[in-house]
């Protein structure tokens, strides 16, 4: 057993062997969320859980835009492929924002086992809404689960350094927008995110409360309402898979994104799970 065990974790990584959540609170037990939750072992995305392109962030940001046929699910992955996109002005570069259908992800667990690309794109995971009105003021929630780079040009390292992050968008009735974002701990990811499958995780506990999980090792503790005390991080959510382009890191060439070694993320599976008494 100890041979086979040893095996399976040196062709799949020892993250293969950790997929549960943390241990719940005493009297309480996790059931599995299915509205946020897929093994991507089909042919074709589940399209009743989610929309090949993102209807609540279109476009994204220049120069990568999304487009429906940089999304694939096959050999039992969700797939994104980015890809050179032509005859646009404002945008030369298809990147891929698969959303939940669902949008009331709340308080629970919620992890993904993600390979990221190896171009200058982000792989990412994360939750979000939308305001509850247009009248203002108003507020956006976003929980940065994850996001990583798989190469780095410039001098921000999310190859191997996790950085997650939740912010609190508040637009005052002048249209001015503050944002107050309180992530945790910078940690390693080892090996490199995009040289390995890791799991990323997130216990969403409270208002104010989010643990990180890596490969299922708890890594720090994030407190949202702790720089927006009157504006509690407690509503109800939508998920993403993303990849995308920043403002703080050189694009991908398109030599780069013509090599299918590089240019693809991979998610094998997405879980979520919530808490209910025993």
Same mark, same amino acid.
């Given at each position: 057993?100890?041979?086979?065990?040893y095996f399976l974790m040196i062709l799949f990584g020892f993250n293969a062997l950790q997929a549960q959540?943390?241990?719940?609170?005493?009297?309480?037990?996790?059931?599995?969320?299915?509205?946020?939750?897929?093994?991507?072992?089909?042919?074709?995305?589940?399209?009743?859980?989610?929309?090949?392109?993102?209807?609540?962030?279109?476009?994204?940001?220049?120069?990568?835009?999304?487009?429906?046929?940089?999304?694939?699910?096959?050999?039992?992955?969700?797939?994104?492929?980015?890809?050179?996109?032509?005859?646009?002005?404002?945008?030369?570069?298809?990147?891929?924002?698969?959303?939940?259908?669902?949008?009331?992800?709340?308080?629970g667990y919620y992890e993904a086992r993600m390979k990221a690309s190896s171009i200058s794109m982000s792989?990412?995971?994360?939750?979000?809404?939308?305001?509850?009105?247009?009248?203002?003021?108003?507020?956006?929630?976003?929980?940065?689960?994850?996001?990583?780079?798989?190469?780095?040009?410039?001098?921000?390292?999310?190859?191997?350094?996790?950085?997650?992050?939740?912010?609190?968008?508040?637009?005052?009735?002048?249209?001015?927008?503050?944002?107050?974002?309180?992530?945790?701990?910078?940690?390693?990811?080892?090996?490199?995110?995009?040289?390995?499958?890791?799991?990323?995780?997130?216990?969403?506990? #409270?208002?104010?409360?989010?643990?990180? +999980?890596? !490969?299922? %090792?708890?890594?720090? /503790?994030?407190? &949202?309402?702790?720089?927006?005390?009157?504006?509690?991080?407690?509503?109800?959510?939508?998920?993403?898979?993303?990849?995308?382009?920043?403002?703080?890191?050189?694009?991908?060439?398109?030599?780069?994104?013509? #090599?299918?070694?590089?240019?693809?993320? +991979?998610? !094998?599976? %997405?879980?979520?799970? /919530?808490?209910? &008494?025993?």
């Amino acid at each position: 057993m100890k041979n086979i065990r040893y095996f399976l974790m040196i062709l799949f990584g020892f993250n293969a062997l950790q997929a549960q959540p943390p241990k719940p609170p005493k009297g309480f037990k996790w059931v599995k969320n299915e509205k946020f939750s897929d093994e991507f072992n089909t042919k074709k995305l589940d399209k009743t859980k989610w929309y090949d392109r993102s209807p609540y962030w279109v476009h994204g940001r220049p120069p990568a835009t999304f487009r429906a046929y940089s999304v694939s699910v096959k050999d039992g992955n969700l797939q994104i492929k980015n890809s050179v996109l032509k005859g646009d002005k404002k945008y030369n570069i298809a990147g891929g924002a698969v959303a939940s259908v669902a949008k009331d992800a709340f308080y629970g667990y919620y992890e993904a086992r993600m390979k990221a690309s190896s171009i200058s794109m982000s792989s990412t995971f994360w939750l979000k809404n939308k305001p509850v009105s247009n009248q203002c003021p108003f507020e956006q929630l976003e929980l940065d689960i994850v996001e990583v780079v798989g190469h780095q040009k410039r001098e921000l390292d999310f190859r191997t350094k996790l950085h997650s992050n939740t912010h609190i968008f508040h637009v005052n009735c002048e249209g001015e927008k503050v944002v107050k974002s309180a992530g945790g701990k910078v940690t390693d990811i080892n090996p490199p995110a995009n040289e390995a499958y890791h799991i990323y995780g997130c216990w969403w506990i #409270d208002a104010n409360t989010v643990k990180i +999980y890596l !490969d299922g %090792v708890y890594q720090f /503790t994030m407190n &949202p309402s702790t720089h927006f005390r009157d504006k509690p991080f407690n509503r109800e959510m939508y998920m993403h898979l993303v990849t995308e382009t920043y403002y703080w890191e050189t694009p991908p060439t398109p030599e780069e994104l013509a #090599d299918d070694s590089k240019n693809t993320t +991979y998610y !094998d599976w %997405v879980r979520s799970y /919530t808490l209910i &008494p025993e």
